[in-house]
T-cell receptor, first 114, second 112 residues
C-alpha cells in the first residue's frame, strides 16, 4: 500500500459528461501529480501541484482541470468527455516539489467513456 | 528534447531465466534515471534509481547501471520468478523540470 488513495476505482460515463477524480496524498506529502495511462500513448504527465499551487503542466487538455485543496487532497476534473478520454488516471504524491523526490502512486481510477 | 526509449514488449521468459530490458535515453545534461514497476491492477512503484554516471541501482534482485557513454540504463535480473510479471517503466528527470520523462513501458510475462 503506497498510502495514496484514489477514488473512485472505476467510473463509467457517457460522452459529453463531466467527472471528478479524487486523490488523497500520503500523509506529509505536499506534491500531487496526475497522470493518464492509455493503451496507445503510454504514461502521460498531466499536471503537478505543490502545497496548493500549480507547479508544472504537461499534456493536459483544456477540457481538463485540477486543483489541490488546503487539506492537500487533489481533484482532477474532466469535462466534455470523449471516447478517447477512456484511460487509467493515476495520482502520485511526493514530499517535496523537486523531481528528485520519489513519487508514490495510487492504484488509479479507470475511466470508461461510452 | 529529452526522451526515453524502451524495448518493445511483451517479453516472455521462463522462470529462472536471465532478464534484460533495454532502456536508452536522450538528454541534454545529466539526468537521474529510474525504473518503476507496475504489477497487475496496481499503480506504479519505484524499483530502483541512479543519480549519476556509473551508479548502480539495485532492489529485489534487479539491477541497472547508469552508462553515460552509451546513454543507457538497462534493467537486469539473474533469475526471474512468476511474481516478476509486470510492466516496467524507465524514466528520467532533469533538474530543470518538475516532471519525469517516461518510456513506453515493457510488459514482462514469466511462465512457470
Amino acid at each position: 500500500d503506497s498510502g495514496v488513495t484514489q477514488t473512485p476505482k472505476h467510473l463509467i460515463t457517457a460522452t459529453g459528461q463531466r467527472v471528478t477524480l479524487r486523490c488523497s496524498p500520503r500523509s506529509g506529502d505536499l506534491s500531487v501529480y496526475w497522470y493518464q495511462q492509455s493503451l496507445d500513448q503510454g504514461l502521460q504527465f498531466l499536471i503537478q501541484y505543490y502545497n496548493g499551487e500549480e507547479r508544472a503542466k504537461g499534456n493536459i487538455l483544456e477540457r481538463f482541470s485540477a486543483q489541490q485543496f488546503p487539506d492537500l487532497h487533489s481533484e482532477l476534473n474532466l469535462s466534455s468527455l470523449e471516447l478517447g478520454d477512456s484511460a487509467l488516471y493515476f495520482c502520485a504524491s511526493s514530499v517535496g516539489q523537486g523531481i528528485k523526490n520519489i513519487q508514490y502512486f495510487g492504484a488509479g481510477t479507470r475511466l470508461s467513456v461510452l | 528534447g529529452d526522451s526515453v526509449t524502451q524495448m518493445e514488449g511483451p517479453v516472455t521468459l521462463s522462470e529462472e531465466a536471465f532478464l534484460t530490458i533495454n532502456c536508452t535515453y536522450t538528454a541534454t545534461g545529466y539526468p537521474s534515471l529510474f525504473w518503476y514497476v507496475q504489477y497487475p491492477g496496481e499503480g506504479l512503484q519505484l524499483l530502483l534509481k541512479a543519480t549519476k554516471a556509473d551508479d548502480k541501482g539495485s532492489n529485489k534482485g534487479f539491477e541497472a547501471t547508469y552508462r553515460k557513454e552509451t546513454t543507457s540504463f538497462h534493467l537486469e535480473k539473474g533469475s526471474v520468478q512468476v511474481s516478476d510479471s509486470a510492466v516496467y517503466f524507465c524514466a528520467l528527470d532533469m533538474d530543470s523540470n518538475y516532471q519525469l520523462i517516461w518510456g513506453a513501458g515493457t510488459k514482462l510475462i514469466i511462465k512457470p
